[in-house]
C-alpha cells in the first residue's frame, strides 16, 4: 500500500477503505509519511469530503494512535461532554459537579483555551492547587466514588489527532466537517465513556458561525458515536452574546459558584439545566427532561451539586476555601469601567469581540506559550435588550497591568451595538439531536 495511491484515489473522489485510512494514520503518526503528503491528502479530504463510513474509520484509527482509557471496571454508565467552544463558556464546571450530585458519573479530559475562548482547565486552574494531571488509576477512582473527575489529556491520548491538528492549522484545512468531527470524536471516544452529550455552538462567539453548520456538524459527530457503540447526543447553542456576565478564569468560577448556589444568570441556568437533564437521560438516571430537571434543581437548591464542586477541587488537591467564600479568589487589582457613548437599547453584543478584549487584559492567550492573569478578565454590566444612557457603565475590565485596558476597552466598545429598537433574543437552545 502507497500514500501516493490513496491521495490520487480521494482527489478522484473515491472511497476509501477502512484498510487505507488505518495505514494513513498510523504511518503518519510514526514518521513514516512526510508532512507534504498528508497535507495532500488534507486538502483532498477538505475538497472532496467523507462519507459517514469513512469519517467513522478516520475517528477510529486515530483513537487506536494512542492510549484509550478503560473505564469498564466502574459501575453504571460513564458521561461525557463536550463544548466545542464559547465566550463566557463555563458550562463544563457547572454541569459535572450538577450531574455528579444527581447521580451521574462523569469522567471528563478537558482542554486549554487558545485565542479569544476561555479553556476549562485554566478556569479550574485559578483554584488555587488545583492539579489537572490526574493518574490513570485515581482518574478511575474518582468517577467509581465521587462521580467525577476533570483533568488534562495524557501526552499519548490520540498523538494522530495532535499532529494532524497542527498540520491543518498551517494548510486552511480547519475546517473541514469530516476532520472537525473525527478530531472531537476521537477524544472523546478514547477517553473511555459509554455516553457523550456534545455542546455544538453557533454565533459570533463560537467556531461555527450559523446555526446550519453547528447542526452539519453536530449531526456528523452524533453519527460517529452511534456507529462506534457510544449513546450520543447533541444541543446546538447559540454563543451570539456571552454566556453569564463574567468573562475570565477566576471571575467565571465566581460565576459558576452563583449558579450551584441556585442562584446566578438566568441564560446560564437555563442552558446547564437543560444540557443536564440530558445527561441524566443519556446515563439512564431518569427517562424525561423534566424528570431530570427536576432533579437538577433540587440539586441546586439543597447545596448538593456545589459540594460536588468542592468535593472535585479537594480531590486534585485544590484550596476549597475559595469555594466556601469566593471573595478569597485572586482578582487582578486594576480595574478599569468602560462607559457607553450612545443611548439606546444594546441592540447586539459580539461575543468573539468580547473574547479578545478579555483576552487583552490578561486573561487569554495569543500563543500556547504565553501565561495567564488568572484574575483578569471583563464583567458585563449590560447585555442584548438592556437600555443605556450615555455614560452608565457597560463592563468593568480587570487586569493587573493598566497599560493593558487602551486596547481592551477599544475592542470591548466595538462589540457593542447600541440602536434604538430592542432586538428580538433567539433562544440558548436551537435544537437537540
Same mark, same amino acid.
Given at each position: ?230 449513546? $450520543?447526543? *447533541? ?7 456571552? @454566556?453569564? #456576565?463574567?468573562? +475570565?478564569?477566576? =471571575? %467565571?468560577? /465566581? ?105 487583552? $487584559?490578561? *486573561? ?7 501565561? @495567564?492573569? #488568572?484574575?483578569? +478578565?471583563?464583567? =458585563? %454590566?449590560? /447585555? ?50
Amino acid at each position: 500500500m502507497r500514500i501516493y495511491d490513496i491521495i490520487s484515489k480521494k482527489r478522484d473522489k473515491e472511497e476509501l477503505s477502512k484498510e487505507e485510512i488505518e495505514f494513513f494514520i498510523e504511518k503518519y503518526t510514526n514518521g513514516e509519511i512526510p508532512d507534504y503528503q498528508t497535507s495532500a491528502l488534507l486538502m483532498a479530504i477538505y475538497i472532496n469530503g467523507f462519507t459517514k463510513e469513512e469519517t467513522a474509520n478516520l475517528t477510529m484509527a486515530m483513537v487506536n494512535s494512542g492510549d484509550v482509557v478503560d473505564l469498564s471496571m466502574i459501575d453504571g454508565i460513564k458521561l461525557d461532554k463536550h463544548s466545542t467552544g464559547g465566550v463566557g463558556d463555563k458550562t463544563s464546571l457547572i454541569l459535572v459537579p450538577m450531574v455528579a450530585a444527581a447521580g451521574g458519573k462523569v469522567a471528563k479530559l478537558s482542554g486549554r483555551g487558545l485565542g479569544h475562548t476561555g479553556g476549562t482547565l485554566d478556569k479550574l486552574e485559578s483554584i488555587p492547587g488545583f492539579d489537572i494531571s490526574v493518574e490513570e488509576d485515581k482518574f478511575k477512582e474518582m468517577v467509581q466514588n465521587a462521580g467525577l473527575v476533570i483533568a488534562g489529556q495524557t501526552q499519548n491520548l490520540v498523538p494522530a489527532d495532535k499532529k494532524i491538528y497542527a498540520l491543518r492549522d498551517v494548510t486552511a484545512t480547519v475546517d473541514s466537517i469530516p476532520l472537525i468531527a473525527a478530531s472531537i470524536m476521537s477524544k472523546k471516544i478514547a477517553s473511555g465513556s459509554d455516553a457523550i452529550l456534545l455542546d455544538v455552538k453557533y454565533g459570533e462567539g463560537a467556531f461555527m458561525k450559523t446555526a446550519e453548520k453547528a447542526e452539519e456538524l453536530a449531526k456528523a459527530m452524533v453519527n460517529i458515536g452511534k456507529s462506534l457503540g457510544r449513546n $450520543t447526543s *447533541a444541543a446546538i447553542t447559540l454563543n451570539g452574546e456571552p @454566556l453569564g #456576565y463574567a468573562i +475570565g478564569n477566576a =471571575l %467565571e468560577l /465566581k460565576e459558576v459558584i452563583e449558579i450551584l448556589k441556585g442562584k446566578g444568570p438566568e441564560d446560564l441556568r437555563e442552558l446547564v439545566l437543560q444540557l443536564g437533564s440530558r445527561m441524566l437521560m443519556l446515563g439512564k438516571i431518569v427517562e424525561t427532561m423534566e424528570e431530570g430537571r427536576e432533579k437538577l434543581e433540587k440539586c441546586l437548591q439543597d447545596g448538593s451539586a456545589l459540594a460536588k464542586l468542592r468535593e472535585l477541587a479537594v480531590l486534585q488537591g485544590g484550596d476549597a476555601s475559595v469555594i466556601d467564600n469566593p471573595e478569597l479568589f485572586t482578582i487582578a487589582p486594576l480595574t478599569h469601567e468602560v462607559k457607553a457613548t450612545k443611548e439606546g437599547y444594546v441592540y447586539a453584543l459580539n461575543a468573539e469581540k468580547v473574547g479578545i478584549s478579555s483576552l487583552l $487584559t490578561g *486573561a487569554g492567550r495569543h500563543t500556547k506559550e504565553d501565561d @495567564l492573569d #488568572y484574575g483578569a +478578565g471583563i464583567i =458585563l %454590566e449590560k /447585555k442584548m435588550g438592556d437600555y443605556v444612557k450615555v455614560g452608565d457603565v457597560l463592563a468593568t475590565l480587570y487586569s493587573s497591568d493598566e497599560a493593558k485596558f487602551e486596547k481592551a476597552e477599544e475592542e470591548l466598545l466595538s462589540a457593542y451595538v447600541i440602536a434604538e429598537q430592542k432586538a428580538e433574543k433567539a433562544p440558548i437552545i436551537h435544537k437537540m439531536i
